[in-house]
């Protein structure tokens, strides 16, 4: 089993200084669940019989950060990596359903790890004493099952995040959740809304990143609707389209599997139909139609997005790629240039990204000729940039001083006629050589005196 663990060199100091000082040190956590799983451990915590104020003293000279001394944590940067120590203690009463009103230091390891939510999370490993397992964590671990540590219902009632991660963990991990503390999932939603934004917001992302997220979400819709309401009307809006198959919370799920698993193509998959039953209506024929629903579905996540405190910039992202997620196919030359000189390179690729998972979720026959349709457009963006196009005014072989030198004047004008110029440039109309640009600019100036602007 020794061989599964591989503390790197920083991590290692941090125990070995504290036993040196006189303490007992564990590896505790995740970084122990995953070493056995053949993981690579984001982080190496240390759970230690040392004090908060005796941490800090056996690591004078490294930085160190009061990241939770009240509740027993500092962290310790070794070489730029940072380690979280934390010592042995129990927990008082949980009144907020968040946060234990107060801790009890304790020397004993086993009180630490039966406070712990999971059985595969409550498990410490050390380099010679070897494994401690008081809980079955290990066997949890084989059998690809989550267990609450003790009573499920007290564990969830404690902290009511444990909800959301006990779903990211088995979205993650793909391992099924153990009947008594499934029971007391879906007993325990309603302290759900009483959580942070921000702690919520975490614990969905992860989720929505895990390779099993479909799966999760198929089976515990309705505790994820408990934060998101505005979901909801998703689960039975049927699409009675000859280009769709499922509901369209089914056919969400089926895209945000074949989203690549990364946050922003995640969020942007799980929101990009939100609006379709506010847009759905029926023609004559008996046919539903969804017109307008990138723009609704926009719109929802942009409320959705700030409610959960996204960063301006993520959030964005995010609801810049689905509100043009409805891309016509194929995509022109044109239409290419134009959205790689708005919106970028990285945006661009992201949004077909987008669009491959979304039609992968619809009729499986019609599938394989609209992703090889995105292919192309893919492949077209490569040359496009390999060729190095001008696709932004920076790119435009004609710059606002030579537009004032044919006697532009200062203002909305001569922005208006750059644009004009790209726009021509990009459609192809003109090449970008100054010239010919010049040539167009004094015959839009003149369009311009005698009609208006461009």
């Known amino acids: 089993m020794a061989d599964r663990f591989a503390p790197p060199p920083y991590a290692l100091l941090v125990l070995r200084r504290l036993e040196r000082a006189g303490f007992e040190a564990w590896f505790v956590g995740g970084c122990v669940r995953d070493s056995l799983l053949g993981r690579a451990p984001g982080d190496w915590d240390v759970a230690t019989s040392a004090r908060p104020e005796q941490v800090q003293a056996c690591f004078q000279g490294f930085s160190t950060a009061d990241v939770g001394a009240r509740h027993g944590t500092i962290l310790v940067a070794v070489e730029g990596r940072p380690v979280e120590v934390t010592t042995f203690r129990r927990d008082g009463a949980y009144s907020d359903s968040r946060h234990p009103d107060g801790v009890t230091f304790s020397p004993r390891l086993e009180e630490d790890l039966c406070r712990r939510d999971f059985t595969v999370n409550a498990m410490a490993w050390h380099p010679e004493r070897g494994l401690r397992d008081c809980f079955g964590g290990q066997e949890d671990l084989e059998r690809r099952v989550l267990r609450c540590v ?5 564990r969830f009632s404690e902290d009511a995040l444990r909800v959301l991660r006990c779903l990211r963990f088995a979205a993650v991990l793909g391992f099924s959740i153990e009947r008594d503390t499934a029971r007391a999932l879906w007993e325990h939603q309603g302290l759900l809304p009483g959580l942070s934004a921000e702690r919520v917001r975490e614990e969905l992302t992860k989720l929505l990143c895990g390779e099993q997220a479909p799966q999760v979400l198929r089976e515990y819709s309705g505790i994820i609707f408990t934060l998101l309401p505005e979901l909801v009307p998703m689960c039975g809006c049927t699409q009675e389209t000859p280009y769709h198959c499922y509901t369209v919370w089914e056919h969400t799920l089926h895209a945000l599997g074949h989203a690549p698993q990364n946050a922003t193509l995640r969020w942007a998959a799980f929101l990009h139909d939100s609006g379709k039953p506010g847009a759905k209506f029926f023609s004559p024929d008996g046919v539903a139609h969804f017109y307008g629903h990138a723009g609704l579905s926009e719109q929802l996540a942009q409320g959705l997005l700030a409610r959960l405190r996204f960063p301006n910039k993520e959030r964005e992202r995010v609801c810049s790629l689905i509100g043009a997620h409805s891309q016509a196919l194929p995509l022109s030359e044109k239409r290419i240039k134009k959205l790689l000189g708005k919106q970028g390179e990285e945006w661009f690729f992201q949004l077909l990204d987008l669009m491959a998972a979304d039609n992968s979720g619809k009729q499986p026959d019609l599938c394989p000729p609209r992703l090889a349709l995105i292919g ?3 492949e077209l963006a490569q040359e496009i940039l390999a060729e190095g196009a001008c696709l932004t005014l920076k790119g435009l072989a004609v710059k606002g001083n030579d537009l004032l030198n044919l006697g532009y004047a200062p203002g909305p004008e001569l922005g208006a006629a750059l644009q004009a110029l790209l726009d021509l440039v990009v459609a192809g109309e003109i ?15 003149e369009e311009t005196s005698r009609h208006g602007a461009p």
């Open 150 to 154: 003790g009573d499920p219902a007290r």
């Open 431 to 445: 090449p970008n050589e100054k010239g010919a640009l010049e040539e167009r600019a004094l015959a839009l100036k």
């Open 376 to 378: 192309e457009a893919r």
